[in-house]
């Protein structure tokens, strides 16, 4: 690929594609999709998604209008150590998991239900997501280069293993933020 003379890589904080590009594509098509073979349809938010907290769905709305605070959508970061993702990716609406979760399909079905758990505040929240119109600069570098919409964190944790791993290949072993510091590299 001789034209390419730079590439820029935006990795953003604690967000999901879903929280701030889900609506990316809604009723169109991108225009190039790369590598050649791959599925045309954009992976954003689904038709008719939502996540329960026991008894109660909360679906994605496009833009995050009616909450607290509209700018900041969760108000609180959801949980990002390892149990806390263990529960997003494969519990229910109670919370239950899987025995031996990590070899199954995640069900992405908890997110509810470790948002109230962790914060027993505004559960809907955890499914707020930015419409274009909030985030124009975004949307607007997203229609215009590349946006990668399968990419998966390396890690299921916070974001220092997977800074580590963006970078290195590896988080060498680390599964929390605390598992590495800059001093140990070098002292």
């Known amino acids: 690929m001789p034209q390419v003379k730079t590439i820029v890589m935006l990795m953003l904080e604690n967000r999901?594609?879903?929280?701030?590009?889900?609506?990316?594509?809604?009723?169109?098509?991108?225009?190039?999709?790369?590598?050649?073979?791959?599925?045309?349809?954009?992976?954003?938010?689904?038709?008719?998604?939502?996540n329960s907290y026991k008894n109660t769905a909360y679906a994605p709305q496009n833009g995050t209008q009616g909450y607290s605070e509209a700018c900041r959508v969760p108000a609180y970061d959801p949980g990002e150590p390892m149990p806390d993702v263990l529960v997003q990716l494969y519990g229910d609406a109670q919370g239950n998991t899987p025995s031996n979760p990590w070899s199954q399909t995640p069900t992405m079905q908890g997110f509810a239900y470790n948002y109230?758990?962790?914060?027993?505040?505004?559960?809907?929240?955890?499914?707020?997501?930015?419409?274009?119109e909030q985030l124009p600069v975004l949307y607007g570098l997203?229609?215009?280069?590349?946006?990668?919409?399968?990419?998966?964190?390396?890690?299921?944790?916070?974001?220092?293993?997977?800074?580590?791993?963006?970078?290195?290949?590896?988080?060498?072993?680390?599964?929390?933020?605390?598992d590495i510091s800059i001093r140990q590299y070098y002292l």
Request: one cysteine or more.
């Open 16 to 50: 999901s594609l879903d929280t701030v590009l889900g609506w990316l594509y809604s009723g169109s098509a991108p225009a190039a999709v790369y590598p050649p073979g791959s599925s045309p349809t954009f992976d954003g938010i689904p038709a008719n998604s939502s």
């Open 116 to 132: 109230y758990a962790d914060y027993i505040h505004s559960v809907g929240e955890v499914m707020g997501a930015y419409s274009a």
């Open 142 to 178: 997203a229609e215009n280069f590349a946006v990668s919409d399968r990419w998966f964190a390396s890690v299921p944790t916070q974001t220092n293993p997977n800074r580590a791993f963006s970078i290195c290949g590896t988080s060498l072993g680390a599964e929390v933020n605390s």
